[in-house]
């Protein structure tokens, strides 16, 4: 596809959303805004010889990203994947990880780079206009159907599934849960490092916003409070659960829970950085009440991707499943 996309001259979709990659800082004030366009960053990078579609269809700080913005992102892309070769979002870093997923569940099959900076335009190691001409090089690569959505950041293609922002201000500070790296991209080149998996996306775009508050998520504590946390989950729709270790629901809030799975969907992922849930060789039966109450266990995902699946479940009328793969 690269050389086709080369050749025919097909331009791809560099899609600008704000964050710190186009923060210039307002003269009077010394305030950053995401004032920066797609469209100039990319006319600074030497050598970007490649053609390019700009859009712009809003410019925030990516805190305040809401299901409304990501659906439109979403609307855009697909509206955009087939004329272009390969889409690249420009997004700030502080959510880059969920917007990357939200866009991996709802339109798995679009060549989808996300790209950010750590340090703002015009600052010493400004990161933004390497990581846009790297993501550039990953969105036309003949690989990049077969990646799906992912993040690129420092020099590293990482996994929408399992890429979080590990450090705040770190160059380096994109890395993944389970260690999984796809490739690396320098000097105009991908060096794939791994096998793409395919996962059992939703592969649908909600005809109605998921509702932000809709699920409850708790990320769960030794010493929880039985109040606190039935406070947190009454009236939702859905429950995601943070538990400990490979699963572990303290005596505390496990009745809260169970009663919680009798009404609504709970999904209960780990708060470990990684490995599996539900370790049945070391502690067998442990999880029967749970799974024997209906509580969905969700081995692979971070509880705020989990409450992204959940959202777009209950947006869609669809059965919460867990995301699973398979290697292509
Ligand atoms: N909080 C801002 C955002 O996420 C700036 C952080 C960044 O982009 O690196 O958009």
């Not at 994109?174 to 996962?199: K, Y």
């Not at 989950?233 to 809260?256: D, F, H, K, N, T």
């Amino acid at each position: 596809m690269t050389q086709t996309a080369a050749e025919a001259d097909i331009p791809t979709a560099v899609i600008a959303t704000g964050g710190t990659i186009a923060m210039l800082a307002d003269p009077a004030s010394g305030v950053r805004r995401p004032t920066l366009s797609g469209a100039t960053l990319a006319a600074a990078i030497r050598g970007l010889e490649v053609p390019l579609a700009h859009f712009q269809p809003y410019a925030i700080g990516s805190e305040d990203a809401t299901f409304a913005h990501w659906l439109q992102l979403a609307r855009e892309i697909a509206a955009v994947a087939d004329a272009h070769a390969g889409v690249v979002v420009m997004h700030g870093t502080d959510t880059m990880e969920e917007a990357a997923y939200f866009m991996a569940e709802c339109l798995p099959d679009a060549p989808i780079s996300f790209c950010g900076a750590m340090r703002p335009p015009g600052t010493l190691g400004y990161d933004g206009g390497r990581n846009l001409l790297d993501a550039i090089t990953v969105a036309r690569s003949p690989l990049a159907p077969r990646l799906g959505t992912v993040v690129v950041m420092n020099h590293e293609v990482l996994p929408a599934w399992d890429v979080i922002k590990s450090d705040s201000v770190a160059l380096s500070s994109f890395s993944t849960r389970h260690g999984t790296r796809i490739a690396t991209v320098h000097d105009r080149q991908l060096r794939p490092l791994s096998l793409p998996l395919r996962f059992n996306w939703l592969g649908e775009l909600p005809a109605v916003l998921p509702r932000a508050d809709a699920v409850a998520y708790v990320r769960l504590t030794g010493s929880p409070g039985p109040r606190r946390f039935a406070d947190a989950i009454a009236g939702a729709e859905g429950v995601v659960v943070e538990a400990l270790g490979a699963g572990s629901v303290p005596a505390a809030v496990r009745a809260q829970l169970l009663g919680a799975a009798a009404q609504v969907p709970v999904v209960l992922s780990g708060r470990a950085l990684s490995g599996p849930l539900q370790d049945e060789e070391s502690y067998p039966h442990a999880w029967d009440d749970l799974l024997g109450g209906g509580v969905i266990l969700e081995k692979r995902l971070d509880g705020p991707r989990a409450r992204i699946r959940l959202s777009l479940c209950l947006a869609l009328g669809r059965e919460y499943r867990p995301l699973e793969a398979d290697l292509i």
